[in-house]
């Protein structure tokens, strides 16, 4: 065997590392829990943090001031003068006020709202979580039914085992417990 002593330098070759094919990526950190003391304080700090940002926009012109909420409690302390003028006009027009917010929060609430189809899913999505922290439990129940013989009977206990997802197995016994 004869080397060729011009290849060999004094330079070492590292090769590229590459992944072992088996082993996969490391699961990523968990977050930590939070109590719901620090829950509270950070959507606090948050709300705030909106409400500052809100104002300083507002300070700089890029927002215009939102209009007062003139209530009927407060009515003389907001509009003062124009008050004592024409009371029963400036008493309709806060309530006309009043009835737009109360109707827009009512818009928001129903936007907000699932539909029922989408509560349904939800519940079922519920029911059946089966992530590792989720609500799968098994729940073991025992019913003791006197008399089956009637459909009436039977059909109300199956529609119940439809509606409550409910499977399991039916005893029957031919003497009267």
Same mark, same amino acid.
């Given at each position: 065997?004869?080397?060729?002593?011009?290849?060999?330098?004094?330079?070492?070759?590292?090769?590229? &590392? !590459?992944?072992? &094919?088996?082993?996969?990526?490391?699961? &990523?950190?968990?977050?930590?829990?939070?109590?719901?003391?620090? =829950? %509270? %304080?950070?959507?606090?700090?948050?709300?705030?943090?909106?409400?500052?940002?809100?104002?300083? @926009?507002?300070?700089?012109?890029?927002?215009?001031?939102?209009? &007062?909420?003139?209530?009927?409690?407060? =009515?003389?302390?907001?509009?003062?003068?124009?008050?004592? !003028?024409?009371?029963?006009?400036?008493?309709?027009?806060?309530?006309? $006020?009043?009835?737009?917010? $109360?109707?827009?929060?009512?818009?928001?609430?129903?936007?907000?709202?699932?539909?029922?189809?989408?509560?349904?899913?939800?519940?079922?999505?519920?029911?059946?979580?089966?992530?590792?922290?989720?609500? @799968?439990?098994?729940?073991?129940?025992?019913?003791?039914?006197?008399? !089956?013989?009637?459909?009436?009977?039977?059909?109300?206990?199956?529609?119940?085992?439809?509606?409550?997802?409910?499977?399991?197995?039916?005893?029957?016994?031919?003497?009267?417990?």
């Amino acid at each position: 065997m004869r080397l060729r002593l011009g290849k060999v330098t004094v330079y070492v070759e590292h090769p590229v &590392p !590459l992944e072992p &094919p088996a082993a996969g990526p490391p699961p &990523p950190p968990q977050p930590l829990k939070l109590t719901k003391k620090e =829950l %509270k %304080k950070m959507r606090t700090q948050r709300r705030q943090a909106r409400e500052k940002e809100k104002q300083e @926009l507002i300070r700089q012109g890029l927002l215009e001031p939102p209009k &007062p909420k003139v209530k009927i409690s407060n =009515l003389m302390r907001v509009l003062g003068e124009e008050a004592t !003028l024409d009371p029963t006009a400036i008493e309709q027009e806060v309530r006309r $006020q009043m009835g737009e917010r $109360q109707a827009a929060h009512d818009d928001r609430n129903i936007a907000r709202m699932l539909t029922p189809a989408e509560r349904r899913d939800k519940k079922l999505r519920k029911l059946f979580d089966n992530t590792p922290g989720g609500a @799968l439990t098994t729940r073991t129940a025992v019913y003791r039914v006197e008399d !089956l013989s009637h459909g009436q009977h039977r059909f109300k206990v199956d529609v119940n085992a439809r509606e409550n997802h409910l499977s399991g197995a039916h005893v029957a016994s031919g003497r009267a417990l």
